[in-house]
């Protein structure tokens, strides 16, 4: 069960780590630009957020804020997690028993996952912060079942995706 959640998190912060580093290169184009006439916003992925808790202006401003300031902690730490897998599956590969390399890099990897976890919590509750509490509730019961709710089930289950 324990392999799964390491598959099903690796998998999480590669496509996040992906998304990332694809819009990393768009919002520096962006960004080095005027904000569009049409209301729109320079930070597209946040939208969804903007109509679904229906934030206000300065409250969107403020979650941009966070959200832009989180980026680099975040790309950080995908580039980290990656690094790590990569590194435990040459040492699985290449080896025929558990030994005290595999073992300080399975450690470094659970390290990561506690790092990622606490720095996606706080960046969640400093995003609620900005809300009002009735938004902050609603923001959190959608995005904490995300960070914290990464149940194990057998793999047949998951053979479809």
Not at 45 to 51: F, I, K, P
Not at 92 to 113: D, N
Not at 141 to 155: G, R
Request: net charge neutral.
């Amino acid at each position: 069960m324990k392999r799964g959640l390491w598959i099903i998190l690796a998998a999480v912060l590669a496509a996040i780590a992906g998304f990332v580093i694809t819009q990393r290169s768009c919002c520096d184009v962006v960004m080095t630009h005027a904000a569009p006439q049409d209301g729109r916003s320079l930070l597209p992925e946040l939208e969804w957020l903007r109509y679904e808790f229906k934030l206000t202006d300065a409250q969107f401003a403020k979650v941009s804020e966070l959200h832009l300031a989180y980026r680099p902690t975040c790309e950080d730490l995908c580039l980290k997690v990656m690094a790590s897998q990569k590194k435990i599956k040459t040492l699985v590969s290449g080896g025929t028993q558990v030994s005290p390399e595999l073992t300080a890099a399975l450690q470094e990897q659970a390290a990561l996952h506690v790092e990622c976890q606490t720095a996606l919590l706080t960046h969640l509750y400093q995003t609620a912060a900005c809300l009002s509490p009735e938004q902050a509730r609603s923001y959190l019961d959608a995005m904490l079942p995300q960070v914290i709710d990464m149940k194990m089930e057998p793999a047949t289950k998951h053979s479809g995706h």
